[in-house]
């Protein structure tokens, strides 16, 4: 049974490698894949973290195989943000989690397990809650993850993304979800050789598939790689130029963009088109990967255009925002700064500055 477990870690480690590998050579420069390259490493870290301490060359590589295995789930969640959220950026509170996962990783290494033998829930050691907090806090990055991928779905505009959604992303979080609540469960008895063999067979099926899945697509369609190229104009029946006719003059002359909650669903019954067409047309001919992204697109345009009106200097911005279609100041502030680069404030600062008769 060792042997079998061996060779399921080494046979997953070795699929994985090879999809990372190809991750940095094609897509090294972007996020996605940089990120994605990181979640494999850690999985992959996961499959051999204490299994060889001591032995030779393990010495050297053993730390940074720990630091992967402990920041595993956040890897996960940031690799899953990357594919799904277009304007993920990588933040300095993620960094400060990073260390948090570290800190209570190496503390279950450092802390003393000062309950001998068979343990309940009630007779923890300090080694025993210091696993169970990194469990619990693994659990809350990987159901965030899942959650946002459910949530998310409604607004891509990516057809192939829309399905990974759910045969990829939505299996792996859950996989890893129960993964996680089963250790937490046998966290004071030692792991079955059989069900911790189960679990390594799993992650090399899913690895596989993610493989396959990987090397039978063109990333580049679903990843944040560039913005899609629009379809030229001959190329569309005339029954898809006319929809694209509808949906301009809806959104640009008749300010459809103001409804506050529009859906992506509500604006195709609107034009009378169906939602999966509306979604290929707004993606390929219009160049949007997400549905909101296209919609304040022109908010935003239209909030700029109000800032740096000095008649309108008094108006306040919670007012242009709820006037725009945003339910509340925060999103607003959000995809300003998003797409503009400063806030509202600071930008209306900036432009009425200019136009100030004491500017030099």
């Known amino acids: 049974m060792e042997s079998l477990d061996l060779g399921f870690r080494m ?8 999809v990372a590998a190809i991750m940095i050579k094609d897509y090294g420069q972007a996020r996605v894949g940089q990120l994605g390259a990181l979640f494999l490493f850690s999985t992959i870290s996961y499959l051999f973290c204490g299994r060889f301490d001591g032995m030779g060359i393990w010495v050297v590589l053993g730390p940074l195989f720990y630091i992967g295995c402990y920041t595993s789930p956040l890897c ?37 397990d000062t309950v001998d033998g068979n343990k309940n829930f009630i007779e923890l050691s300090p080694q025993d809650i210091a696993f169970l907090l990194r469990q619990i806090l693994a659990l809350v990055f990987v159901l965030h993850a899942l959650a946002l991928t459910g949530l998310g779905r409604e607004e891509d505009l990516i057809e192939k993304r829309r399905k990974i959604r759910v045969l990829l992303v939505s ?45 039978g697509i063109r990333p580049d369609s679903i ?35 103001q409804k506050e909650g529009l859906t992506i669903t509500e604006l195709a019954d609107y034009l009378t ?27 935003i345009a239209e909030a700029c255009r109000i800032l740096a009106d000095s008649e309108k200097a008094r ?46």
């Open 171 to 215: 299996v792996l979080s859950v996989y890893i979800s129960l993964v996680i609540i089963i250790e937490i469960f046998l966290s004071t008895t030692t792991i079955p050789l059989a069900l911790d063999t189960f679990n390594v067979a799993s992650i090399w099926a899913l690895t596989f598939g993610l493989a396959i899945l990987f090397l």
């Open 11 to 18: 046979a997953a480690a070795a699929t994985m490698a090879l």
């Open 223 to 257: 990843f944040s790689i560039q913005r899609q190229t629009a379809t030229a104009p001959s190329d569309l029946s005339p029954a898809d130029s006319q929809a694209i006719e509808n949906l301009l003059n809806h959104i640009e002359r008749q300010a459809g963009y």
């Open 76 to 112: 996960f969640w940031l690799f899953v943000r990357a594919i799904f959220d277009d304007s993920f950026r990588v933040k300095i509170w993620h960094g400060a989690v990073f260390l948090l996962f570290l800190v209570v990783g190496f503390g279950i290494q450092l802390l003393p």
């Open 315 to 360: 108006l306040p911005v919670l007012t242009i925002a709820l006037d725009l279609g945003f339910g509340s100041i925060g999103p607003f502030n959000r995809a300003f700064k998003t797409q503009v680069g400063q806030t509202p404030t600071q930008y209306r600062q900036a432009q009425l500055a200019l136009k100030s008769p004491d500017t030099p």
């Open 273 to 299: 088109v169906p939602v999966h067409r509306l979604r290929h047309l707004i993606n390929a001919q219009l160049g949007f990967r997400n549905f909101s992204e296209f919609i304040n697109s022109y908010r």
